[in-house]
């Protein structure tokens, strides 16, 4: 079910923002998600941006995306803490501009299939990089993600539980994990967070596994999805102590899970103003 708040704005408890970006032939696609406790996550912008890899006013329209703000409820302004983006397609491309644009907003991230990996993300690695064709050794660190840990995620996140409209009150509580979506997101995009399922195949020898497959061909509401989940978790959200997650919210003046608010009502909000909140120094 959808959920009615502005368009381009996180709501209350949306603590930071994480984007994904999704390279494809024409256009890069982006998603912007905010997130709060227990991994509770809002869908808070959807931007495409057309020409492609080989454009270079595409790739510059993605570097100003890294300077925009996104206004929180509690009026503070909101930067993207990190953005993960494919390394699949046009991968020289990618790498040239993650260099450029530099490492502690973005991630480079190479997504690999299969649940038998330790950890969901590992990282980074450093990989050559080819800039005007010189080879750069050590040129970009690459992370990789277990897509399918990302995507089952997501799909037991959006089966869960969920208070109906009615139920919706200024201070209704949602199960850990829940995945929120705005009104104004279309069918095309729910379709395409929604255009996987995961089937049991045997291979050659007769062994059995679990593997995503696609229901339709446009899957990119669901890869941006993946890429901004890894940037929380490359960030250390799911690590982070209590006390990390009430300093956030103190910037916010945003009431903590007992109900008490976290600061000093507007004064905190006036100082979180002046210290761009989403770029908080333990998020790199």
């Known amino acids: 079910q959808k959920e009615d708040w502005p368009a381009g704005t996180a709501p209350a408890h949306g603590l930071f923002l994480t984007a994904g970006a999704d390279v494809q032939k024409d256009r890069i696609e982006v998603d912007v998600w905010a997130?709060?406790?227990g991994l509770e996550s809002w869908l808070v912008d959807h931007i495409v941006i057309e020409g492609g890899p080989g454009d270079p006013a595409c790739w510059q329209k993605l570097t100003d995306l890294l300077g925009r703000t996104w206004q929180h409820a509690s009026g503070t302004p909101m930067s993207i803490a990190r953005l993960a983006i494919d390394t699949g397609y046009?991968?020289?491309?990618?790498?040239?501009?993650?260099?450029?644009?530099?490492?502690?907003?973005?991630?480079?991230?190479?997504?690999?299939?299969?649940?038998?990996?330790?950890?969901?993300?590992?990282?980074?690695?450093?990989?050559?990089?080819?800039?005007g064709g010189k080879?750069?050794?050590?040129?970009?660190?690459?992370w990789t993600v277990a897509t399918s840990t990302f995507k089952a995620e997501t799909y037991r996140f959006l089966r869960q539980d969920r208070p109906t409209p009615e139920?919706?009150?200024?201070?209704?509580?949602f199960p850990p994990g829940t995945v929120h979506l705005p009104g104004w997101t279309d069918s095309e995009w729910l379709k395409q967070l929604t255009a996987e399922q995961l089937v049991t195949v045997k291979n050659k020898r007769g062994f059995a596994k679990l593997e995503w497959q696609k229901l339709r061909e446009r899957n990119e509401a669901l890869d941006c999805r993946v890429y901004a989940r890894a940037a929380a978790w490359i960030l250390g959200a799911d690590r982070w102590s209590d006390a990390r997650w009430e300093e956030l919210a103190a910037q916010f003046a945003v009431a903590d899970?007992?109900?008490?608010?976290?600061?000093?009502?507007?004064?905190?909000v006036r100082q979180a103003q002046v210290r761009r909140v989403a770029r908080s120094t333990y998020m790199g």
């Open 135 to 142: 080879r750069l050794r050590r040129g970009a660190r690459l």
């Open 90 to 131: 046009e991968t020289a491309a990618v790498y040239a501009w993650a260099r450029q644009v530099g490492f502690a907003q973005v991630a480079p991230v190479k997504g690999l299939e299969g649940f038998n990996r330790a950890s969901p993300v590992t990282g980074p690695t450093y990989v050559d990089a080819t800039i």
């Open 257 to 268: 899970g007992r109900g008490a608010a976290s600061a000093g009502g507007t004064q905190s």
């Open 167 to 173: 139920e919706i009150t200024p201070g209704a509580s």
């Open 35 to 37: 997130w709060g406790r």
